[in-house]
């Protein structure tokens, strides 16, 4: 562990790794029929909101990997709405989802504490959000995964699944 990375930054990296099992409990006891209901009104099924986090944490991922690289690295937004509503984006075997999350996570983690702590000052320019820190960046996939996490409990107490 690289012990010159401040205290707040390496919370935030714990926080983000902790949360790699995230997927495989949000679907835990989900059959297929209620992963693709949609429980609540005009809300994605459980299915595009699981894989909706991985493609957040594969462009995270590799958004954080070019601000630890690159000299102010231009970071594109997607149209997460337009990747949602393709069914086939969706289709395969979600453990596999959860389980490259997971995987993604860990991954990522280990090599945020090998950077040295003035890494997580270097800025990516994004072209909605603006100017955003690698620390920031971490702090907001956290804070993506807290987001959505009530819309998942609201669809699994809708399908009766706590």
């Known amino acids: 562990m690289n012990r010159s990375i401040p205290e707040p930054i390496l919370a935030s990296i714990n926080a983000f790794e902790a949360q790699h099992d995230t997927l495989h409990k949000w679907m835990a006891g989900l059959s297929d029929q209620q992963l693709d209901a949609r429980p609540v009104p005009n809300t994605w099924t459980s299915r595009q909101l699981i894989v909706h986090m991985l493609d957040s944490d594969l462009a995270a991922v590799h958004r954080m990997r070019r601000i630890a690289a690159e000299d102010k690295p231009l970071l594109i937004a997607y149209d997460e709405t337009a990747l949602a509503g393709v069914d086939a984006l969706s289709a395969g ?61 609201a669809k699994r107490r809708a399908l009766g699944v706590a």
């Open 93 to 153: 075997d979600l453990r596999a989802v959860a389980e490259l999350f997971s995987a993604s996570r860990r991954w990522a983690a280990s090599w945020l504490r090998q950077l040295d702590g003035a890494a997580f000052e270097r800025v990516g320019i994004h072209n909605q959000r603006g100017r955003v820190t690698l620390g920031e960046m971490v702090r907001i996939y956290v804070d993506h995964v807290n987001g959505h996490e009530p819309y998942m409990v």
